[in-house]
């Protein structure tokens, strides 16, 4: 019987690590977070689909459709309010380069600040959509109109929720490796959102605004 | 390769932050969302145009975003992240477009739409 | 409330009354008062025996992949078990309801079920059967194996595993409890628009089928990053893309189609969800709502789920054929680039499964295409397997037997799956019992390749082999089982008999159905031979211990450690030579040697915190079913303060020194050379192994049940 394939010989062959080897914690939990986050844009982009799918005329059923109830200018508030956000993580990102803990904390905190005002315009629109009648138990295009925006405006929620949990942890814990890489991973999270509220913006509120 | 033991804020993956990236992810971006608001709401090109335009403005300010925010390149440090994401890619156009397409014929065959062909009786 | 329910509904139970606990069920009433009595059976001795403690040290709140991996095993084998017996039922009332004339009995005008009650059992089946048996089971295994096969100590995220884990046991004790309290889904396991919306199934039976869907996706979800990340990540030291073992190749590609796909599972009951709870109108038949988009999403994950459970089980088979042909693994690039190409061309195919929707020729052929490509690298698996086992020195033990039972069955069921392929045929057989047996005939590749699995790599996990000969009579009372159940199932199929028929019309089918009611006693006999292989087995264990190497012409790095595998998985990380480590060590002699010093290690600790959000989840699941909204809000409410909780305590773990690693290595070696007789003598291969060494004293401990694992309480 032939032996296996290796160009190692075996007389010299080392048959057991020596050195120790330390796998890098950072980048193992980074990688795994953003696995996560790639299903998660997933979920997104199977909203999208159904979203296409019942963005046709008979799907509002003749009721109201997003042309008449999106205000464009009002939606390009919020986005301004979600990338401003994010970038204040950024900065705060920043500081984290240099040790700087203020800076971290006031980024969380703009962050936070920001992300809430985002949240709280959402919330307002969905009230105004509530008191027109203008709910998901509309029609099945407005339903998938809601869905889609309230399931981005969810992860804004528990984003703020992590924010309010980072920055009490940076407080009290200071720059261990695990609070460091959740900062790490936050971030990716944040900036996701920023990233899927592009397509939600551009098209669901605007291409629905069209027609 | 012992990260782990040295100080957390010296991995590679705090130091690549940068606030002209951010920023820079952050302008292009605004700026495009801008231009799209204001081409839908001041109704000045076709449909069919607008929708290209504003579909051009959301693929560049996505690149932007991915590369300037995410940090998404091919760096030894991003690499897994890179491959994981091209990977993913063709999957959310898959699900997207076969969908749309699927039922676009689907329609097409068991709907009467205003715009479309009228059947073959 | 924001939809209208019908029947009784107050803020305190939700929906719950008296009047849902089906007392008055002749098949059900018995069946709760015999799991009551067995549950308390299992306290009394588990209190009896003095084990709580232990249960709760060693497994509920452990990390050890390999225990959480056992335990998945351990909750498949349960679930297929149920599954079985619905299958049983399923046969038994579709023998005995045909033709006008048949009998009726507990209320139901023909057979022993009721429309509805039947609905119910073939939901549950099929759900079981998929998620809660399948998936555990290959879950469970690829927890086990590949930390090891890639010479890690651990996954990369062991908490995490230990919540995958829990999630998916509060999924079957949710499906579980709907026997008892409420009913299940009548929809069929995948579930049909309109009929899921509230107004056709008014009860609480879609809940349940939704909400366990859910936590199990949920946890498999995260059971996949992990894996992937482990993969990635912690490889020994020279483990080389090139040299990966192809179990591991598979679960790779397998848990790259779990966590690209299963978001458009739980986008899809999330949708079904907001219909139900919310009133909205994504699947409703009016205001709208579009009944075929579920589908479609539904089958967007569906379909590649199909290749999620298949792949590790190719991985499986590509495992055992090489160490009973004593060969390598014949072609082994071309299989690992077969098994990308299955997950990739997976994401393609899924409109088969409605090809009758009527999305028109286009899109029915592009599909149709797409289908057939898939036959091209799982034909690329077959051949490398027959040409493995080509010239080979076979060996005919229980796990090759199994193996090449999966290679005959995959050929049935690939082959009837290119005819399904083709949408003319399909619109012919579609919704018939020809697809039935197609599948089934694939999803028992699956429990060859796990029954394989598990004569396989036992020895390693527990340190001594299953009996052969229970092992090889399981093997042929259930390959004669499914040969009586699906043989005449694809014959019914060709005659025109749909699935899922509570009474048969065709009194000339009737021949076939008794002898699928045959073939399925066949089957129960397989199942008591199953039970008595491991009554024998583990009677028998301390004769039949083995070595690291337990067959002897193993191949891959798992076979280097101690069987059973300590917890620390290796001593010493191994560095690796060669693309099968441990017969490249045996063919160059270099199997005996051992490290010559140890370094302290890094160890996880155990959490309860894992097991606590199970029971959490299990909680919003059962509250959200019911609808009773201050529990959903309360169970939802701890677990997030659980969540931050964990992420504040943190787990510095602790140090494993080299001494106690030391001192536990020579206890192993120790026991290993009394097997081996202190020479470096080759377990014998085949059946005469059992007697030869019945001479041995009874040394070693089981698994886990004195292993020294107590410094870290």
Redesign the interface.
Known sequence: ??????D?D?KT????????????????????Y???L??????F??????Y???S??????G?PTPADFVK??YT?AQ??AL??S??AY??G??A??N?NKGGVINGLLSAFILGALFLALDIHDMAHLASLGVS??????V??F??LTQVHATHIFFGL?WIL?MM??VM??G????????L?TLR?FW??Q??IW??V???VY??G??? | MSHGHDDPTLHPEVQMSTSRGYFLGFAISSVLMLVATFLVTSHSMPPFGLLMVISACAAIAIIAQIYFLLHIDTSEHNIWNAVALVLFMPLFLITIGLTWWMFSQLYLHTMIMPGMPAMVH | MLVDLAGGWNPLVGRLAWSQIPYDNPILAPLFVAVVLGALMLLGLITYYGKWTYLWREWLTTVDHKKLGIMYIIIGLVMLFRGFIDGLMIRTQQAWAVGSQSSGVFGALHGYLTPFHFGQIYSAHGLIMILLAATPLLVGFMNIIVPIQIGARDMAYPYLNALGLWLTAAAGALIMISLFIGDFAHNGWFGYAPIFELQYSPGVGVDYWMWTLQLVALGTTLGGINILSTIIKMRAPGMTWGRLPIFVWASLSANVIALTSFPALQVALALVAADRYLGAHFFTAGLGGNLMLYTNLFWIWGHPEVYFVILPAFGMMSEIFPTFSEKPLFGYVTMVLASIAIAGVSWLVWLHHFFTMGAGPYVNSAFSVATMLVGIPTGVKVFNWAFTMYRGRLTFNAAMLWAIGALFLLLIGGLTGMMLAIPAINYMVHNSVFVVAHFHSMLMVIVYAIFASVIYWFPKVFGFKLDEFWAKTMFWLFSAGTALVFVPMYMLGFMGMTRRLDYVFNTAWQPYLLVMELGIVVYMFSVFAFFALLYVSIRDHAKNRVGADAWGTSRSLEWITHSPVPFYNFAVVPQINARDEAAWRRENGLEHIQPDHYDDIHMPNNTGVAIILGGLSFTLGFALTWRIWWLCLLSLIAIIALVIYRSFKGDPGYILTAAELEKMEQEAIRRASRIDGGHHLRPVRGDGWAQERADLPAAGTLYGLSSPMDHHK
């Open positions: 019987m032939r032996p296996p394939a290796s190692v075996p062959a080392e048959l057991w690590d020596r050195h120790q080897h330390q796998h890098d914690v950072i980048s193992t939990r980074t990688l795994g953003f696995l996560y790639l299903s998660d844009a997933m979920l982009a199977t909203l999208f689909a159904a296409g799918v019942l046709y005329q008979h799907s509002y059923f009721g464009p200018w390009f986005t301004m990338f401003l994010v970038l950024g900065f990102m920043n984290l380069k040790k998901v138990a509309t029609s099945g295009g339903s998938a809601v869905v929720i949990v009490a942890q009290t814990k720059f261990t490796t695990e609070v460091v890489g959740r790490l990716m900036h996701l920023a990233i592009v397509f913006y551009v098209f605007l291409w605004y069209m027609s």
